[in-house]
Structure formats: C-alpha cells, structure tokens
C-alpha cells in the first residue's frame, strides 16, 4: 500500500509511505507508468508492471480539482513476492494548481 504521492502533472510522480513487498519504502520517478500503464521500478530495485489504467471520475470534499479512481492490471512482478494477475488500485487528485493529492491509498491486491 503507498499512502502518498509526491510530484505534478507536469512533473515526474513518486509514489510514497509504501509498505508490504519489496518496496524499499517508495517508487523512482514514475514517468507515465501512473496514466499509461509500464513498469513501476521501486526504490529497493524491484519492479512490477501494470497495464493501462482505467479512470473513473468520482467526488468527495476536499479534492480542488479533479478526482480519479484508478484501477490497473498487475500483469509482472520481481521480487515483491506480488500476486500476478493482481490489480493495482487507488485515487488520486489532480489538484487545480497541478500536484497531485491521495485521496485513498493505492493497493495491490
């Protein structure tokens, strides 16, 4: 579970406070593997690969922006000991001023 997301929409993102697996704690800057689908490589030198992420336009109080729930398919994993096929899920905000918030904490399961 990683708790928290560092960077913008215009920037690289991180994922951070992850627990569980090999994670070392946190992803490397992501790149488009977030709203593409790719490899997340984390700090510990695992990786794990998810496909194409669905988005869902939700709302709850507190996003000023625009508020995804994430679902992706986990489709490799090395060294996490991560069930595959697995789904990668989570919400996030896209802030008005470009960061990026956890609404709730993005899982593999």
Do not use: Y
Request: charge should be neutral.
């Amino acid at each position: 579970m990683c708790k928290g997301i560092v960077g913008s929409i215009t920037t690289t993102t991180t994922l951070t406070e992850c627990t569980g697996g090999q994670t070392g704690g946190s992803s490397t800057p992501l790149g488009p593997a977030l709203q593409q689908g790719g490899t997340i490589t984390w700090t510990s030198g695992s990786t794990t690969t998810v496909g194409a992420p669905g988005l869902q336009l939700v709302h709850t109080p507190g996003c000023n922006g625009t508020e995804n729930a994430i679902t992706a398919q986990v489709t490799a994993d090395s060294g996490n000991g991560i069930k595959v096929p697995g789904t990668f899920t989570g919400t996030a905000c896209l802030n008005l001023d470009g960061t990026i918030t956890v609404v709730k904490p993005f899982t593999i399961t």
